[in-house]
């Protein structure tokens, strides 16, 4: 099997967002980086050159393959700010309806800028897909 090539590195997580040009995402990305800090209670690290990570976790799929990946995270990308939850998008229809204003893919929401979105609401979906992952991935 491949292995992933995106791994949690020693990168610096504060010089890679101080290099954000734009800087109402530059700002928009250190609020969710306090956020997403206090949600998990773990250090951000940099997963390959532009992800930021929180906690970690360790899945295996139903074909088998299995590895090591983040709780929740985010990355400023140029279109907008993707916040990454694992557990998949769509199973959090009941709490997407009032987030406000994004897009989103299976595991991640585009947001264009904070201001778009309700921020109570984001915590809400972040913690409760942390929830899920660690409670499907207890010990049985």
Wanted: proline share 3%; glycine share 8%; charged share 30%.
């Amino acid at each position: 099997m491949a292995e992933l090539k995106t791994k949690k590195n020693e990168a610096s997580v504060e010089s890679f967002l101080n290099a954000v040009e734009d800087e109402q995402k530059r700002k928009d990305c250190f609020t969710i980086l306090e956020l997403m800090k206090k949600i998990t209670g773990a250090d951000p690290k940099m997963w390959g050159p532009s992800m930021i990570g929180f906690g970690d976790y360790h899945y295996t799929y139903a074909s088998g393959r299995e590895g090591d990946w983040f709780l929740t995270g985010f990355s400023p990308r140029k279109q907008a700010i993707t916040l990454y939850i694992m557990d998949y998008v769509e199973k959090h229809e009941n709490i997407l309806a009032d987030l406000g204003k994004f897009k989103h893919g299976k595991g991640c929401l585009y947001v264009k800028r904070l201001s778009d979105i309700d921020m109570d609401v984001l915590e809400k979906l972040i913690r409760e897909s942390i929830a899920k992952l660690k409670t499907r991935n207890q010990p049985t």
